[in-house]
């Protein structure tokens, strides 16, 4: 199950899962449609199942995929502007999930934010917070976090969805919230 967040992941997953020999799901959220950026124009694969570490940082490890991954990016931009440095992972990949990035990642910043581009029940950030609680617990310094979609059924048009999205400011209050930081 793949989740591209840009143009240039969706053509080297979209190669990579026509060439793979199992069936692979490709999510592609409607409202990347909009979305432009660098595509090479020679053929190329991105590995299905392997995580992108986008930004290196010390503070936080914040996970995402998808659309939600381009709210995370400026995020992490606004956090920045304010001298925290945020790792940022986009998922690309669902499954198999890539575990070993992440638990890298948090066991450097020992804090886990989540923002799931589904609802929070059942979803992959569940699953992520509980591998990570299993693996990392001992030493996290907060209780690893997750936001996601509002749990009610998403309206079609993107003037009423976007209020079931997270914003920037949800994810920047949670995150403040959790690390406890002041002002």
Not at 16 to 41: A, C, M, Q, T
Not at 100 to 110: E, G
């Amino acid at each position: 199950v793949v989740a591209p967040s840009n143009p240039r992941d969706a053509k080297g997953l979209l190669t990579s899962s026509i060439k793979d020999k199992n069936p692979v799901v490709f999510f592609e959220h409607r409202w990347l449609h909009g979305v432009s950026g660098y595509v090479p124009e020679k053929e190329f694969d991105i590995e299905i199942g392997k995580s992108h570490l986008y930004k290196e940082g010390d503070v936080l490890t914040l996970v995402s995929y998808s659309y939600m991954f381009i709210e995370c990016i400026k995020v992490a931009e606004f956090f920045e502007s304010h001298s925290i440095k945020i790792e940022l992972i986009d998922l690309r990949s669902l499954r198999p999930l890539d575990c070993a990035t992440i638990i890298t990642s948090v066991k450097k910043t020992k804090n886990l934010m989540v923002v799931d581009n589904d609802w929070l029940s059942y979803g992959i950030g569940a699953e992520i917070v509980a591998t990570v609680s299993e693996k990392c617990g001992r030493i996290l310094k907060s209780n690893p976090g997750r936001i996601g979609l509002e749990e009610v059924p998403i309206p079609s048009t993107r003037a009423l969805a976007r209020y079931c999205y997270p914003s920037q400011g949800k994810i920047i209050k949670t995150i403040v919230k959790q690390l406890n930081l002041k002002g």
